[in-house]
Nanobody, 122 residues
Framework: QVQLVESGGGLVQTGGSLTLSCATSGRTFQAYTMGWFRQAPETEREFVAAIWGGRNTAYADSVKGRFAISRDNAKNTVYLQMNSLKPEDTAVYYC????????????????WGQGTQVTVSS
């Protein structure tokens, strides 16, 4: 069983930065692919970034060059550094985990956090 708890969301102006954190429980954190997804009102949940293995990463085209995902295995925590934020980044951001290869599909991730709201004002 893996439990995920996100934190770090909030209100920020266009061009600003935020860092989201996802603290996990469980002794097999290092073996899991960790992902960040987001969901705006009346839209489907979409892939943002994933990290697996040592430092393998993948990003959605919309955030590439602005967001960075990282993990601290000693702290069982994954981070999402978000820079140059835009109003279209406004959404609830979710942390997810799966004991398999990375995927853009939220449906294959078996573990989810409760989400943290990120609002970017124009």
């Amino acid at each position: 069983q893996v439990q995920l708890v996100e934190s770090g969301g909030g209100l920020v102006q266009t061009g600003g930065s935020l860092t989201l954190s996802c603290a996990t429980s469980g002794r097999t954190f290092q073996a899991y692919t960790m992902g960040w997804f987001r969901q705006a009102p009346e839209t489907e949940r979409e892939f943002v970034a994933a990290i697996w293995g040592g430092r393998n990463t993948a990003y959605a085209d919309s955030v590439k060059g602005r967001f960075a995902i990282s993990r601290d295995n000693a702290k069982n925590t994954v981070y999402l550094q978000m820079n140059s934020l835009k109003p279209e980044d406004t959404a609830v951001y979710y942390c997810a985990a799966r004991p398999g290869p990375w995927s853009r599909s939220p449906g294959v991730y078996g573990y989810w956090g409760q989400g943290t709201q990120v609002t970017v004002s124009s």
